[in-house]
């Protein structure tokens, strides 16, 4: 995912090639309503499906797994019924009874699926389909592509290595003509050899003339992958130390391109920090032709990065402006893909994801059919079960209950008279 805006393939691989940091989770405001599609029941989100159906589900169910909330059997079969026979998810599927063009599934979406069903819980199955869809839809570098067949992308191949994390499947193992994920992932990350103040980040994809250039998206969704994580993150791990820029000495260091993977994690971690520090702690989207704007997915991911890697106080800074900012980003919470990555962010970072800048979880439970049960409200089943008690006191407690009611109501008649009265002098 390259932007908040999901965009099909093909405008996805034009404009990041003409260096604008753009990805794919599309907003989730809805097109004109000529082009709108029906929104199915059961999918979060009230936006046409078709460029980000998969990838917005699986965040919503991911994030909605974190904050213990049970969701709708009819959330999950969507999920569960847009995969494809062979294990791989398309952005979305219209019609599920027809079988999917396989150019068209997405490793974004795939990778994210796998991760949101690990969640849950219940699905290996279709698990270990999705693992084996990336391992066979990996590229001969080690990378994975937006789409299978085309030049692999930093997003694309750390969303599949989290998913692999979540699997329980060592990325080490996953390799294609000798060249394993890790290795994938370390082509796009930028080592001794780049200018001083990118070492550490990772760029998109190389441009048309070959140059290198750190992209904020590409980094802050690759760190995540590169300190050994997934999604929903949850690591407690912290350490007091800012994370460690790359020490290139120069001579053979000068010219190396590329990270080693025992010092990846650190190096983008410290380009992170030092990035979100010098832009007042959010990074920024640079499209040509457009004034800078904040970029919000990217400091999301950045903050998730840096959380995984152990530095929390760096990305609190970042936490802190998401939870002042965020509601831009997610339209007071009708947007559900930045919702879900927001109420991320917030049990990441152990905030109160009720006071985020609104109350996230309410507001990413309203987007989809009603849960099954929430952490404060128990399920249908344990709360129409009589209580022990009820049946041992033969009935007292019911009647102790009912008269301290008559007691409580004519205290409340009386308070209520002299209230008027008080009134009626003023």
Same mark, same amino acid.
């Given at each position: 995912?390259?932007?908040?805006?999901?965009?099909?393939?093909?405008?996805?691989?034009?404009?990041?090639?003409?260096?604008?940091?753009?990805?794919?989770?599309?907003?989730?405001?809805?097109?004109?309503?000529?082009?709108?599609?029906?929104?199915?029941?059961?999918?979060?989100?009230?936006?046409?499906?078709?460029?980000?159906?998969?990838?917005?589900?699986?965040?919503?169910?991911?994030?909605?797994?974190?904050?213990?909330?049970?969701?709708?059997?009819?959330?999950?079969?969507?999920?569960?019924?847009?995969?494809?026979?062979?294990?791989?998810?398309?952005?979305?599927?219209?019609? %599920?009874?027809?079988?999917?063009?396989?150019?068209?599934?997405?490793?974004?979406?795939?990778?994210?699926?796998?991760?949101?069903?690990?969640?849950?819980?219940?699905?290996?199955?279709?698990?270990?389909?999705?693992?084996?869809?990336?391992?066979?839809?990996?590229?001969?570098?080690?990378?994975?592509?937006?789409?299978?067949?085309?030049?692999?992308?930093?997003?694309?191949?750390?969303?599949?290595?989290?998913?692999?994390?979540?699997?329980?499947?060592?990325?080490?193992?996953?390799?294609?003509?000798?060249?394993?994920?890790?290795?994938?992932?370390?082509?796009?990350?930028?080592?001794?050899?780049?200018?001083?103040?990118?070492q550490g980040a990772f760029f998109y994809q190389?441009?048309?003339?070959?140059?290198?250039?750190?992209?904020?998206?590409?980094?802050?969704?690759?760190?995540?992958?590169?300190?050994?994580?997934?999604?929903?993150?949850?690591?407690?791990?912290?350490?007091?130390?800012?994370?460690?820029?790359?020490?290139?000495?120069?001579?053979?260091?000068?010219?190396?391109?590329?990270?080693?993977?025992?010092?990846?994690?650190?190096?983008?971690?410290?380009?992170?920090?030092?990035?979100?520090?010098?832009?007042?702690?959010?990074?920024?989207?640079? %499209?040509?032709?457009?004034?800078?704007?904040?970029?919000?997915?990217?400091?999301?991911?950045?903050?998730?990065?840096?959380?995984?890697?152990g530095h929390p106080q760096q990305a609190a800074?970042?936490?802190?402006?998401?939870?002042?900012?965020?509601?831009?980003? %997610?339209?007071?919470?009708?947007?559900?893909?930045?919702?879900?990555?927001?109420?991320?962010?917030?049990?990441?970072?152990?905030?109160?994801?009720?006071?985020?800048?609104?109350?996230? %979880?309410?507001?990413?439970?309203?987007?989809?059919?009603?849960?099954?049960?929430?952490?404060?409200?128990?399920?249908?089943?344990?709360?129409?079960?009589?209580?022990?008690?009820?049946k041992k006191d033969g009935g007292i407690g019911?009647?102790?209950?009912?008269?301290?009611?008559?007691?409580?109501?004519?205290?409340?008649?009386?308070?209520?008279?002299?209230?008027?009265?008080?009134?009626?002098?003023?």
């Amino acid at each position: 995912m390259l932007t908040a805006a999901r965009l099909g393939a093909v405008a996805l691989s034009a404009t990041l090639l003409a260096g604008a940091a753009a990805g794919p989770a599309l907003a989730d405001s809805p097109p004109s309503p000529s082009a709108a599609a029906p929104v199915p029941d059961g999918l979060y989100g009230k936006g046409d499906p078709k460029y980000d159906g998969v990838w917005r589900q699986s965040l919503a169910l991911t994030a909605l797994a974190g904050a213990k909330v049970t969701p709708a059997d009819s959330a999950v079969s969507w999920l569960t019924g847009q995969q494809c026979a062979d294990g791989g998810w398309p952005s979305f599927r219209a019609d %599920t009874a027809a079988a999917c063009d396989a150019t068209l599934e997405d490793s974004n979406a795939t990778a994210v699926a796998i991760q949101a069903l690990v969640a849950l819980g219940g699905h290996q199955d279709a698990v270990d389909k999705g693992v084996q869809w990336l391992k066979a839809n990996q590229n001969a570098d080690g990378s994975w592509a937006f789409n299978p067949g085309s030049p692999g992308d930093a997003n694309s191949t750390g969303l599949a290595v989290n998913a692999l994390f979540a699997a329980k499947t060592d990325p080490a193992g996953v390799a294609k003509a000798g060249k394993n994920a890790f290795d994938g992932l370390a082509f796009f990350q930028l080592g001794c050899a780049a200018p001083t103040d990118q070492q550490g980040a990772f760029f998109y994809q190389p441009k048309s003339d070959g140059a290198l250039e750190a992209n904020g998206l590409a980094t802050g969704q690759a760190a995540l992958a590169a300190v050994g994580g997934k999604l929903p993150v949850a690591n407690t791990n912290r350490t007091d130390a800012a994370p460690k820029a790359l020490a290139c000495a120069g001579g053979s260091d000068a010219a190396a391109k590329t990270v080693a993977r025992t010092d990846s994690g650190e190096a983008v971690g410290a380009y992170l920090a030092a990035q979100l520090a010098a832009g007042g702690q959010h990074l920024t989207l640079t %499209t040509p032709g457009a004034a800078p704007t904040p970029d919000y997915t990217a400091t999301a991911w950045a903050a998730l990065g840096l959380i995984q890697g152990g530095h929390p106080q760096q990305a609190a800074g970042a936490v802190d402006w998401l939870a002042k900012e965020g509601s831009a980003w %997610t339209k007071g919470g009708t947007d559900a893909s930045a919702t879900a990555t927001l109420l991320l962010v917030a049990q990441a970072a152990q905030r109160d994801p009720a006071s985020f800048g609104g109350d996230l %979880t309410a507001q990413l439970t309203a987007l989809g059919p009603a849960p099954k049960a929430t952490a404060a409200t128990p399920s249908a089943t344990s709360a129409s079960a009589p209580a022990k008690d009820e049946k041992k006191d033969g009935g007292i407690g019911q009647w102790w209950l009912i008269g301290v009611g008559l007691l409580i109501g004519i205290g409340g008649g009386l308070v209520l008279s002299l209230q008027r009265k008080r009134g009626a002098r003023l």
